[in-house]
């Protein structure tokens, strides 16, 4: 379930960062703002998911002074991080597409 | 738990990452927490409250730290690196030990900073001082070290225990700077010259020694080389002093 967890962070991350170059604390406000604050997720873990990407060659991070005045680290989606998030995105709609068959199917039946 | 803490327990599992990169994670971690303090301090949280609250936001440290350090597999490389720093330090500092330039540095400094031992060759010491009086040779520096008066050979003598060092810390003595001193008593010109007691690259220790008539209370040490003469007066230990 954790795995499952942090593979849809991947994907939240790679999505948020295809609109915009971004830093850390940026994406958790963001996605709790187009989420409605749905996804409650333990605000540090997004870090190990960002480094990872980074090493994976999906983001590419540099040094950027945020509209705070303060420099902050920015994530930069690459062209294969662009790529992988299609796949992901391909992925998670086929994923998602079953589970609504599924409770469909239920509904139905009900 | 401090922020601190914090930081520490998350970077605790980040050892095959380098300096820079647990210096990276450490920052950008800090500069988040930083961002959500503001926030909350925005909307009139406590100080410490506001800490609290976003250190608990930020998740448990330790998974952190474990989820980050499994983003970073396979750093032999980075091992292999350490490992060749340290045979190279190794390798230079054997190298080094094998020409004598840390045992001739370790001379240089020793004769300069502390009091080396010089042994006294006198059958019978009467009166004895430690001195440390220092006059330039040359690209060297003469250290006279103690002062003994005594008897050898059924004869008065004044032995004056010296060593030169060059003036540089590293640098290397001139090996016969000795040759070129001579001690003289104050009111005649007899001396009698002295031999090395140790000698290494980096400074050379000896004793030299003077039949000084009585009344006599200093000998003169004279440089003389190369058309530079310098002299320095050496007191005599009074008789009956210290031992």
């Known amino acids: ?69 303060r420099e902050r680290k920015y994530y930069h989606l690459t062209r294969k991080g662009e790529h992988a998030l299609r796949e992901e995105e391909a992925a998670w709609r086929r994923y998602s597409g079953a589970v609504n068959d599924v409770l469909r199917g239920g509904a139905e039946a009900v | 738990m401090t922020r601190g803490e914090f930081m520490d327990q998350v970077l605790a599992p980040l050892g095959r990452l380098t300096a820079e990169e647990r210096k990276d994670v450490r920052r950008e971690l800090e500069e988040h927490v930083e961002d959500r303090m503001e926030a909350l301090l925005d909307m009139g949280w406590d100080e410490a409250l506001a800490e609290t609250r976003c250190l608990e936001a930020m998740g448990d440290p330790a998974e952190i730290g ?24 190794v390798v230079c500092i054997q190298a080094l030990l094998g020409v004598g330039v840390l045992f001739n540095a ?84 007899a001396h009698i010259h002295g031999g090395p007691a140790s000698r290494s690259y980096g400074a050379e220790c000896w004793q030299m020694y003077a039949f000084p008539a009585s009344g006599d209370r200093s000998v003169t040490l004279t440089y003389s080389r190369y058309g530079e003469t310098v002299s320095m007066e050496v007191p005599l230990p009074e008789q009956g002093g210290a031992v």
């Open chain 2, 106 to 189: 370790w001379d240089g400094l020793v004769v300069r900073t502390l009091r080396p031992q010089i042994a006294s060759m006198l059958d019978e010491v009467e009166a004895e001082e430690l001195v440390d009086l220092r006059m330039d040779i040359g690209n060297d520096v003469l250290r006279v070290v103690r002062v003994s008066v005594g008897e050898a050979e059924g004869r008065h003598v004044a032995e004056i225990a010296m060593c030169a060092y060059d003036r540089l810390p590293f640098g290397i003595v001139a090996h016969d700077c000795g040759n070129w001193i001579t001690v003289e008593r104050r009111e005649s010109e």
């Open chain 2, 66 to 89: 474990r989820e980050m350090a499994r983003q970073y597999p396979g750093r032999w490389w980075l091992w292999l690196g350490r490992a060749a720093v340290v045979l190279t330090v």
């Open chain 1, 1 to 69: 379930m954790k795995k499952q967890a942090i593979e849809h962070t991947r994907l939240l991350a790679l999505s948020l960062l295809a609109g915009e170059d971004m830093y850390g604390y940026q994406m958790i406000v963001e996605l709790a703002r187009r989420s409605n604050h749905t996804f409650d997720m333990k605000e540090g873990t997004l870090y190990p998911v960002l480094h990872g990407l980074e090493q994976e060659g999906f983001v590419e991070a540099y040094r950027k002074q945020a509209p705070t005045g």
